[in-house]
């Protein structure tokens, strides 16, 4: 777990900052006090059981031009209360004679650790203040939700990698969320199936590692869907951190398909807000050992969906708003069909693609290593974002050989207008077959990750119809080829 700041140092930060905005003020009048709070209420945020929460801060204002004495903040559930204070620098749960200056204010800080065997509650307390007879209130409220925790209990050190094994052969329960720590390993000749409706948070650094021989299973029955999907996301429930990359995956990534794992199905799955979404492993094989359909994939500070030599094929699903890439492939085989790939990134500047692939790198020696692609097919998809090139195609020089087999039929791309910046051409019909090119998808609003086309959208009616054969169902399982032919992407367009 991460090391806990202590709470003075909120307190020094609070005060260089000279103030907090926080919901209305209340303001009450006593005899002998004239005071005020910036909340009447504080909102802990859902937490897990026994886990520290975020901090919470209250400021209490003088309003008299003298000083004045509280003579007690304490809490009301006494010694057994879930929340701790930190009242002007002193700790604990009841704190006497605290004064404030006059015309001046003083800090509260607020945290909550709840039992280890708490059931989900509303756990509610208060800060009393208490002066001259006199009794205030502010209210505290949080939300304690329960959990299984899985805890490393091993370690490689020449990664610096701490792992715990998943159960073998077990399908998770999913009456309550888990929470992961370090790498979670499904280990070989392992299954480890996991049910629509799941939640699984990660604290960071930590993922899942799918060894050689061991399989994992998202809703492998598709019983799942757009609205009970399995969730994969941070172990920070605040608001704040709604929306924010980057919070788990460690040195693997976050969901690390080693090339050796077979069978792995990943449906009806959310997976959002880590470094890299899904890293797809070295596998030498003709013969895919991923399957990934209907599943949502946003907001990863590095790549959505990460292939290095790997072997994936990927159906109605969305790859969106990534630092670098929403899919990157060095080498290997994929097939993608009725996939988006949308990158509005907008954390700092990007210059890389929506879309790359290649078939090679250079080493720490500046040598060429090739990894031939010899399969990367996109039917009836769209790759497009804020930048003008989102598609990159980038082959070895062709002293060092390799192969780059690459094919898109009936999706929208953008790419560069100035075509000497390319690198490839969309004009062959031989591998640009049926595409729509540079012409805006209308995604009825990006900002809400909302990439369902619009009624003026060039992608309806212009996927390839076979592709609706093979798939009839798009990734709110409704029907293709609404009142006509099916649309390019992962969403078939509907007024609702």
Known sequence: ????????????????????????????????????????????????????????????????????????????????????????????????RVEIGPRDSMYIFVEITPLSNALELLYVDSILF?????????????????????????????????????????TLPNDKPHVIYGYWVIDSLCTLTILPGTRLHFHSGSGI?????????????????????????????????KEIPGQWGGALGGIFLMGGSIDNVINNAFIKNGTIGIVLDSLDSPDPNTKITNTRLYNFSRVGLLGGFGSAEVVSTVVANCGLYCFYALGGRYSFTFTTFANYWNQNARSTPAVAITNFFEDINRNIQVRDIHKADFSSCIIYGSN??????????????????????????????????????????LVFQDCKINLNPRFRDVSQNNYLP?????????????????????IRRKFRSNGGLPDMGAYEYYEN
Not at 411 to 419: E, F
């Open 130 to 170: 208490s002066s001259g007879g006199s009794t205030r209130y502010v209210h505290l409220v949080s939300l304690v939700s329960d959990a299984y925790f899985h805890f490393p209990d091993r370690y490689i050190p020449q990664f610096g990698l701490p792992y715990s094994l998943a159960p073998c052969n077990t």
């Open 454 to 474: 619009d009624s003026l959208s060039p992608v309806i009616d212009q996927a390839f119809f076979d592709d609706a054969v093979r798939y009839p169902l798009d």
């Open 388 to 429: 003008n090139q989102e598609l990159g195609i980038l082959r070895a020089p062709s002293a060092n050989g390799g192969v780059l087999e690459y094919f898109f039929r009936n999706s929208l791309l953008r790419v560069d207008p100035d075509t000497s910046k390319r690198g490839f051409n969309v004009s062959n019909p």
């Open 1 to 96: 777990m991460k090391r806990r700041q202590p709470l003075t140092v909120y307190i020094i930060i609070a005060v260089l900052l000279g103030g907090i905005s926080c919901r209305k003020e209340f303001i009450f009048n006593n005899l002998n006090l004239d005071i005020r709070f910036s909340a009447d209420t504080l909102y802990l945020d859902t937490i897990f059981n026994g886990l520290n929460s975020s901090t919470r801060v209250l400021k209490v204002f003088n309003n008299a031009n003298e000083g004045i004495l509280i003579e007690k903040v304490a809490l009301a559930r006494g010694e057994e209360s879930w929340y701790r204070l930190n009242v002007n620098g002193i700790s604990g749960k009841a704190v006497e």
């Open 209 to 241: 590692w799918v060894y050689n021989g061991g399989s994992l299973k998202v809703d492998p029955d598709n019983l799942g869907s757009y609205d009970n999907p399995v969730i994969f996301e941070g172990d920070r429930l605040e608001p704040f951190y």
